[in-house]
């Protein structure tokens, strides 16, 4: 770890900020600036290798990792129907899916709250009763957020990766990258692909990092670097804040999880964040934000649910205030 002030932060931002995380019930947050890290703060019972045993949602731009890894040697490409993969939605009304509409939330699949959030969760094989749905939209004409849609990814990835994807992934990306983390399972041995991440703040602020970087490390390309830039736009023009499997800071038109009331606003997810920036978020106010103008990485984890604020957008939001209050200069070029 170097000096705050070398990566243009100050100490005293930088103390402000361990006092925002204590505040805000984090497990942990760590700052790398340019690869390095800068700052570390951890609550009681965690240090640098404890991992956050769920970092919810925040999984996803994992997978989003994952599928790109696939398409860089090969085994799939994101405009491909998922039924090319997905025997079961074969000369059906799912049959024009693509891999790209099941990242982008735009597959049309049929969809309600409480199935989403509570059952899907609770069967024994959760990929089956993923795939087991309709269409309540053609696809890419509705934007909603869908945990049963991206646990489908597990059916196309093992498919196309001809193995089990947690055993790819940990071959191809995790430990590659050096990240020591491991992926949930349903009863049936399927890993989860809409969340169950366990995964420390070093881990995560590693994964960052990478796309920081549009997916090169230490002298390999990863993930592709056109699939990362097209990963971090925005994926449709139903919401200027959703990439492919990550979310957007732009300060446009955005449409969050319903929840189940759908909610849609004009501006910024975290005000506090740079417009440039992206993130993978997660209830409890899971957090991976980059920050590709001034190139940092913070990230946020947490084991607490607030009831008052489920996705803890309050808890990021105050994080990332203090953040951008420790750096020492506009630009960050501040002694």
């Known amino acids: 770890m170097e000096a705050p002030q070398l990566h243009g932060l100050s ?38 290798s404890t991992p956050v045993p769920d970092i919810m949602s925040a999984t996803k731009s994992v997978i989003n990792a994952i599928v790109g890894v696939a398409e860089g040697q090969g085994l799939l490409d994101i405009a491909d129907p998922a039924s090319d993969y997905i025997q079961a939605w074969q000369a059906t009304e799912s049959a024009g899916v693509t891999i790209l509409e099941l990242m982008s939330q735009t597959s049309g699949r049929e969809w309600d709250f409480f199935t989403d959030l509570f059952i899907v969760s609770g069967v024994e094989d959760e990929t089956a009763y993923a795939l087991s749905f309709g269409q309540d939209h053609e696809p890419g004409d509705h934007w909603e957020y869908s945990n049963h849609g991206t646990q489908s990814l597990e059916a ?48 995560m602020a590693k994964f960052g990092y990478l796309y920081l970087r549009n997916g090169h490390w230490r002298g390999q390309q990863l993930v592709p670097n056109a699939f990362v830039q097209e990963s971090l736009e925005a994926s449709s023009s139903l919401n200027d804040a959703y990439g492919y499997l990550w979310w957007r800071n732009y300060d446009g038109h955005s449409v969050m999880p319903s929840t189940p009331a759908r909610t849609e606003f004009e501006g910024k997810m975290l005000p506090s964040g740079s417009e440039d920036g992206f993130m993978a978020f997660g209830a409890y106010g899971q957090l991976v934000f980059v920050d590709p103008e001034d190139e940092y990485v913070v990230v946020r984890l947490s084991d607490v649910y607030d009831p008052n604020n489920p996705f803890g957008l309050d808890q990021m939001d105050a994080v990332l205030a203090a953040f951008e209050a420790a750096k020492v200069e506009q630009g960050c070029d501040g002694p």
């Open 11 to 48: 100490n005293s931002g930088v103390a402000q900020l361990a006092t925002v995380a204590e505040q805000t019930n984090s497990s942990c947050v760590v700052v790398i600036h340019d690869g390095v890290l800068v700052s570390e703060w951890y609550a009681s019972g965690y240090d640098a």
């Open 156 to 203: 196309v990835l093992e498919v196309a990766v001809g193995q089990d994807v947690e055993e790819f992934a940990q071959t191809e990306l995790f430990e590659k990258i050096g990240m020591d983390v491991s992926m949930a399972r349903d009863n049936a041995g399927n890993p989860q692909m809409y969340r169950g991440l366990s995964a420390s703040c070093r881990d």
